[in-house]
């Protein structure tokens, strides 16, 4: 059974850094594509960064290209989102989820895609 959790979350200034990790067990890390979603209070899920499976292509979504970097570390079977001049509304509870499909394209734009979730890491960006 493929998990996920996250770890990396906390409270930063704003223009401040933080490194989100997925770590991944049950599956090898580029067996799935693996999207960053984020959710603030009263906001609905919102995806914002993805890496597919089949070519390892990132996506992002246009408030955080330039910002934030999704990579892969296959010695580790992590994903890691750093994530750099953090802004205010960038305050929100972030998870990882996966496909669990080892040739696909990652979207960000439905989160039914992904059947498997993370417990999720609060990131508050404030001064």
């Known amino acids: 059974q493929l998990q996920l959790v996250e770890s990396g979350g906390g409270l930063v200034q704003p223009g401040g850094s933080l490194r989100l990790s997925c770590a991944v067990s049950?599956?090898?890390?580029?067996?799935?594509?693996i999207a960053w979603f984020r959710q603030a209070p009263g906001k609905e899920r919102e995806g914002i960064s993805c890496?597919?499976?089949?070519?390892?292509?990132?996506f992002y979504k246009d408030s955080v290209e330039g910002r934030f970097t999704i990579s892969r570390d296959y010695a580790k079977n992590t994903v890691y989102l750093q994530m750099n001049s953090l802004k205010p509304e960038d305050t929100a509870v972030y998870y990882c989820?996966?496909?669990?499909?080892?040739?696909?394209?990652?979207?960000?734009?439905?989160?039914?895609?992904?059947?498997?979730w993370g417990q999720g890491t609060q990131v508050t960006v404030s001064s």
């Open positions: 989820a996966a496909d669990g499909r080892r040739i696909s394209l990652c979207v960000l734009w439905n989160p039914s895609e992904y059947n498997y």
């Open positions: 890496i597919s499976s089949s070519d390892g292509d990132p």
């Open positions: 049950g599956s090898l890390v580029e067996h799935s594509s």
